[in-house]
């Protein structure tokens, strides 16, 4: 069973900058993983930020990026605000099977 | 984006079979995937599967067997049935649309408790 991989929990202070990271069981997480990021405020369905590891959508805010970092998949919130505080799940997509998996989710709080 | 709206029973009884319809009320369903998503409350994400406009589907390894998705292109809607239901698959559901990997829309969601 595939197994996708993300911090329980990081705290970031207003206007700071951090990473969140997406990590697989199988090996390193490369383009073809095409992975996806999402926001999930509570009792709201989630967001898509991030598709194909780095592209943004057009609802996407600036401050919000995708990218690989060691082996990983990143998504890198930089002058962050109060609203992002959020939980943030990525979506690895494996070829081989034909499937997604989702990570465990990164809840993210704005202290 | 494209707008979709979950619809089915807010309850199923263990051992019957929880049945859910995506519909959508913009866009068209042809050249697309699109997707069931569960979340257990409390808990993260989980992707069941999903179906290609022209019928070919793709399951999540720890549905396999239980789930089926279809589509009916004509009426725009597209669905889920999940046999042999227990509390674990008590969650709230969300269909959605994919485009070469690109996931980026949501339904709002529909909650089912399996409760007799």
């Known amino acids: 069973q595939t197994v996708v991989t993300q911090e329980p929990s990081l705290t970031v202070s207003p206007g700071g900058t951090v990473t969140l990271t997406c990590a697989s069981s199988?090996?390193?997480?490369?383009?073809?993983?095409?992975a996806n990021w999402f926001q999930q405020k509570p009792g709201q369905a989630p967001r898509s930020l991030i598709y194909g590891t780095r592209l943004k959508h057009s609802w996407t805010p600036a401050r919000f990026s995708g990218s690989l970092l060691g082996g990983k998949a990143a998504l890198t919130l930089s002058n962050v605000q109060t609203e992002d505080e959020a939980d943030y799940f990525c979506?690895?997509?494996?070829?081989?099977?034909?499937?997604?998996?989702f990570g465990g989710g990164t809840k993210l709080s704005v202290l | 984006q494209v707008q979709l709206k979950e619809s089915g029973p807010g309850v199923v009884a263990p051992s019957e079979t929880l049945s859910l319809t995506c519909s959508l009320s913009?866009?068209?369903?042809?050249?697309?995937?699109w997707f069931w998503v569960r979340q257990p409350p409390g808990k993260g994400l989980e992707w069941i599967g999903r179906?290609?406009?022209?019928?070919?589907?793709d399951y999540s390894p720890s549905h396999k067997g239980r789930v089926t998705i279809s589509i009916e292109a004509s009426k725009q809607v597209f669905s889920l049935k999940l046999t042999s239901v227990t509390a674990a698959d008590t969650a709230v559901y969300y269909c959605?649309?994919?485009?070469?990997?690109?996931?980026?829309?949501w339904g709002q969601g529909t909650p089912v408790i399996v409760s007799s």
């Open positions: 979506l690895l997509y494996y070829g081989d099977a034909q499937v997604w998996v």
């Open positions: 959605g649309r994919e485009l070469n990997w690109k996931i980026d829309s």
């Open positions: 913009s866009g068209l369903i042809s050249s697309f995937h």
């Open positions: 199988t090996g390193a997480v490369i383009g073809a993983s095409n």
């Open positions: 179906i290609y406009y022209n019928g070919n589907t």
